[in-house]
């Protein structure tokens, strides 16, 4: 009798799939984070040079015409804002590219393929894209009241997702048998108290992905067997 080789399926191609979608949002949200914090440094550097300028004094500006009140400052606070807009558009729209455009559907197709995932696939599209959203529209109708209810539902929500990330960390390790994924779970619960935490979370996210994709795309790779030969 000749043993069976693995023969990789469509639903086996499809999780490929879905863990490259996942890890790719994980690496777009910690670009996005990582460029953040430089380009947040050097906002801060920009910020203080300008501080001491106007401290020591006015400076003389030719392209503009004197006696103009107020010209330094002026431009000073423009450069200032055309930074500050710049710099904070490229690495949100790279996080939420991430996060909308690849990590959640990437837990939504796991929950298509395999009812473990299912419940936690829910809760991280409830929470990181509904509840995300709502906290968006909190944030921005702040001003008026009706902004104040929806920023708690959206925060509650989010809270939610982030539940459904810590299942999906346990459910992942039972599934597929990577200690990584089990300490990503348990670095995201502690990360509840210790926010920092949640940073190393992904990160171990990301690596166990990357070792789930490498182990099926070998099995995938491997040839199917010959049938038995008839005695």
């Known amino acids: 009798m000749v043993d069976q080789v693995y023969q ?3 639903d086996e191609v ?12 994980v690496l777009y949200m910690l ?7 430089i380009i947040g440094s050097i906002l801060l550097l920009v910020v203080f040079s300008i501080a001491v ?24 606070n423009v450069i200032v804002l055309i930074i500050l807009i710049i710099a904070l558009l490229v690495p949100v729209a790279l996080y939420f590219l991430g996060l909308w455009g690849n990590f959640v559907p990437g837990v939504r197709r796991l929950g298509e393929l395999n009812v473990e995932f299912r419940t936690a696939s829910r809760l991280v599209h409830l929470g990181f894209f509904w509840g995300v959203l709502l906290v968006i529209i909190g944030v921005l109708t702040a001003p008026i009241l009706i902004g104040i209810p929806i920023l708690i539902i959206g925060a509650i929500l989010v809270l939610i997702g982030y539940i459904g990330l810590i299942i999906l960390g ?7 048998g990577d200690g990584l994924y089990l300490a990503a779970a348990i670095t995201f619960i502690i990360g509840i108290v210790i926010s920092v935490l949640q940073i190393i979370g992904f990160i171990l ?9 490498k182990r099926r795309e070998a099995l995938a790779q491997t040839p199917p067997s010959a049938p038995p030969t008839p005695v």
């Open 31 to 37: 670009l996005a984070l990582l460029l953040l914090l």
């Open 170 to 176: 346990f459910k992942l390790h039972n599934y597929e």
């Open 205 to 213: 996210l990301y690596v166990a992905l990357g070792h789930s994709i």
């Open 53 to 76: 300028i106007q401290f020591r004094g006015p400076v003389i500006i030719p392209e503009l015409p004197e006696g103009v009140p107020g010209g330094e400052e002026l431009v000073g």
């Open 14 to 25: 499809s999780y490929i799939e879905a863990y490259k979608k996942m890890r790719r949002g």
């Open 8 to 10: 990789p399926t469509g």
